[in-house]
C-alpha cells in the first residue's frame, strides 16, 4: 500500500467522521446544527472524562454546585456581558414580557452563590465546581462537528478568594491541568493572555487593575519556571489568563484549559469577605475549566487518539465471541463475570463467522476480544486479543494515520489473571 499523505491521515481521524462511526454523537437537521446529541457511548465518554476532572478537583477543595440555565438580563447587565456579547446570546421573551437569557457562560450565576451569605477570610477560598451546558448563537456558517457548536458543556469552576491566596489556588489549579492533560500524553504549552494597552474599550476596570492581576500571573509563571508564550490582546474582558495549549499525536495544537484571574466580576458584584479587622474586603475571583469544553476537548481527543481510547475511557471495554453457537453458555457465563466486575462488555451472537466479528470489534476500537470455544470451556479458560495501545499506534506514520485496528493474539489465560490485568490497567489509567 503506497504512503499516504498527511492530509489524508489527518481526514481519517477526523472527529466528524470517526465520532459518528464509532457511534458516540449524532446531530439531526430536526434539533438544528450546532447542537451535538450524545449517544449511550458517546455519554459514557463525557462522564468518565468529567469525573476524572471532579477527582482532581475534590481533593483540592472543591465543592459542586448547580445553577438554572437562565437568567434575567440584569445579571448581565450587571456582569457587562449584555454589552459586551449581547448579539451572541440566545434571548427569552417570558409572556409577562420580560427578558431572559440563556446562559452563555456560568461565572455571574457563580457570584450569587458566593453573595448568598457574609464571608469571614477564615471561610475562605470557596471553590464552585459545575459541569453544565452553556449556549451561544453562532452563526450557521461556522459551526462544525464538535469544535464549534450552539450547545456545550463546560467543565466550569470558580475560586472566590482573598488577593494573598490567588497564588496557591493558580498552582493548584495548574497541578490539576498536568495531570489531566498527562494522562492523555498531551505536550503542554503556556500562554499568558494579557491585554492589549492599545484597546482598552475592549476590557472591564481600571488600568491599574489590570496591571495587578498581570503582575501576578507574571510572578506564577516565573514560578513554575516554564516559558510562556506572549498573548498580547488574548485576555478575557474581565481579566488575563493562563491559556494551556495541548500538541496532540499529528503535532497540532489546540486551546484547552484555562485559568483567569478576575478582579473585575467582584467589584462589579460587590464581593468581599470581613477581614482580621473586621473590615470588609474586596476578594478575588479565579475561573478555571480544565477540559474547557468536554465537546471541544472530545473532538481534540479523538483526533489525538484515532478513536482507540485508553482502557479506563472505552465505552465498551471487552467484547466476549462464542466461537459458535455450541459456546455460548461459556460464552454467557464469562459474560456475566465480566460484568459482575463493572466491566463494560458486550457479547456477540455466533451467527456470523469468527473472523468477521473480529474484525467488527477492531473497527470499534474495543480494548479487549475474548474468544472462546472447546479449549477454553475445557481449561476454563480465555483466549485474549488485544488492540494495540492507543498511543504507541496513534502516530501519524502510520499508512492510514489510524491506530492500528489489528489487534495482536495474546493467547489463553485464566479468568483471574485477565480481570487482575484489565482492573490495573483501568486503575492506573495506562495509555
Ligand atoms: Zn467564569
Keep these: 500500500m503506497a504512503k499516504t499523505s498527511e492530509n489524508e491521515n489527518n481526514e481519517n481521524r477526523d472527529h466528524k467522521k470517526l465520532g459518528p462511526k464509532l ?25 468518565l ?20 440555565h437562565i437568567t434575567k438580563k440584569e445579571l448581565y447587565e450587571k456582569s457587562g456581558h449584555w454589552e459586551k456579547f449581547k448579539d451572541e446570546l440566545f434571548q427569552i421573551k417570558t409572556r409577562e414580557g420580560h427578558i431572559f437569557a440563556v446562559k452563555p457562560m456560568n461565572c455571574p450565576h457563580h457570584t450569587q452563590i458566593y453573595a448568598r451569605k457574609p464571608w469571614s477570610y477564615r471561610e475562605l477560598p470557596q471553590r464552585y465546581a459545575n459541569t453544565t451546558m452553556c449556549y451561544r448563537d453562532e452563526q450557521s456558517g461556522e459551526l462544525g462537528g464538535l469544535s464549534r457548536v450552539r450547545a456545550f458543556t463546560q467543565d466550569d469552576a470558580h475560586a472566590f478568594c482573598r488577593m ?5 489556588e493558580f498552582l493548584k489549579i495548574w497541578d490539576i491541568i498536568h495531570e489531566f492533560y498527562g494522562a492523555f500524553g498531551f505536550d503542554l504549552q503556556v500562554r499568558f493572555s494579557r491585554h492589549d494597552p492599545k484597546q482598552p474599550e475592549k476590557y472591564l476596570g481600571d488600568k491599574e487593575r489590570w496591571t495587578t492581576a498581570e503582575n501576578i500571573l507574571g ?32 503535532g497540532r495544537e489546540w486551546q484547552v484549559a484555562t485559568i483567569q484571574l478576575d478582579l473585575n466580576m467582584p467589584d462589579r458584584f460587590d464581593l468581599t469577605c470581613v477581614n482580621e479587622n473586621g473590615e470588609a474586603e474586596r476578594i478575588a475571583m479565579i475561573h478555571a475549566a480544565i477540559m474547557g469544553s468536554i465537546e471541544r476537548f472530545l473532538s481534540v481527543l479523538i483526533e489525538h487518539t484515532g478513536g482507540a481510547f485508553p482502557l479506563w475511557l472505552s465505552p465498551v471495554q471487552a467484547a466476549v465471541l462464542p466461537l459458535s453457537e455450541k459456546y455460548k453458555t461459556y460464552a454467557q457465563k464469562i459474560f456475566e463475570e465480566l460484568k459482575e466486575k463493572n466491566i463494560r462488555v458486550q457479547m456477540t451472537d455466533a451467527d456470523e463467522p469468527l473472523g468477521k466479528r473480529i474484525r467488527e470489534s477492531e473497527i470499534q476500537k474495543i480494548p479487549y476480544v475474548i474468544v472462546v470455544g472447546e479449549k477454553e470451556e475445557k481449561s476454563e479458560n480465555v483466549s485474549v486479543r488485544r488492540r494495540g495501545s492507543a498511543f504507541a499506534k496513534a502516530t501519524a506514520d502510520k499508512q492510514d494515520g489510524l491506530p492500528s485496528e489489528a489487534s495482536a493474539k495474546e493467547g489463553e489465560i485464566s479468568m483471574e489473571n485477565l480481570l487482575e490485568k484489565i482492573e490495573r490497567e483501568v486503575n492506573e489509567k495506562i495509555i
Design 164 to 168: 494573598s491566596q490567588v497564588k496557591e
Design 23 to 47: 457511534d458516540l454523537f449524532t446531530f439531526s437537521d430536526l434539533v438544528g446544527p450546532g447542537l451535538p446529541l450524545w449517544t449511550p457511548k458517546g455519554t459514557i465518554l463525557r462522564n
Design 219 to 250: 510572578e506564577i509563571i516565573k514560578e513554575k519556571k516554564v516559558k510562556a508564550i506572549d498573548g498580547i490582546g488574548e485576555a478575557a474582558f474581565y481579566g488575563p489568563k493562563l491559556d494551556f495549549m495541548a500538541k496532540d499525536s499529528l
Design 49 to 68: 472524562l468529567d469525573e476524572f476532572v471532579w477527582q482532581l478537583r475534590k481533593t483540592r477543595g472543591y465543592e459542586r454546585v448547580e445553577i438554572p
